[in-house]
C-alpha cells in the first residue's frame, strides 16, 4: 500500500509542478503583458484600473487553482484508501464467522486467529475505518439496510433487533449499509 502510494505521490507530484508551472508561465506572462500595457498607457487612467483588476483577478484564479488541486490530491488518496478497504471488508466478515463459529474459545489456534483479527481491525480504524452501531438502535436509513421487520412487544417500532452484516463508516461516510432486522 505505501508503494502504490508513493508512486502515486510522486506522478501527482510531477503533474502537478507541470501544471504549476505551465499555470504560473502563463499568469507571469499575463502580467508581463499587462505591465507593458500599463507602462505604454500610463496616461490613461481608467486603463490602468482595468489591468490592475484583470492582476488581481488572474492571483485569485491561480490562488484557487492551488486549492482545487489540493482537493482533489485529497480526494484521488481518500478513493484509493475506500477501494482497498472495501475489498478488505469480506475478509473481516469471515474473520468474525470464524471466530463466531468457534467452539473452544481456550484454542490457541483460536486465540491466534483472534489477535490477527483485532490488529487487522486496529489497522482499519487508524486508516478511518469505524464500525456503524446498529443493534437496539433506531433504525437510520442512512447507516442500515433494513432486510427484515419483525413485530416485537419488547421494542419500540423502528428500533433494530438483530445485525446480519456489521455496517462501516470511513472518515464519517458509509461505506456499506449494516444489514439488519427491524422492530414493527
Known sequence: MDIKEDKLKEEMNDE????????????TE??????????????????LEELN????????????YKKRVEKEKE??????????INSLLPIVDNFERALSSSSNKEDSFYEGMDMI???LLEVLGKNGLEEIEALHCEFDPNYHHAVFQEESEEHEEGIVLEVFQK???LNDKVIRPSMVKVAK
Do not use: W
Open 16 to 27: 502537478e509542478k507541470e501544471e504549476v508551472a505551465d499555470e504560473v508561465e502563463k499568469k
Open 30 to 47: 499575463d502580467a508581463a503583458k499587462a505591465k507593458e500595457e500599463t507602462e505604454k498607457e500610463s496616461s490613461s487612467g481608467k486603463e
Open 53 to 64: 483588476e484583470r492582476y488581481l483577478r488572474l492571483q485569485a484564479d491561480f490562488v484557487n
Open 75 to 84: 480526494s484521488i488518496y481518500s478513493y484509493a484508501s475506500e477501494e482497498i
Open 117 to 119: 483479527y483485532k490488529q
Open 167 to 169: 455496517g462501516y463508516k
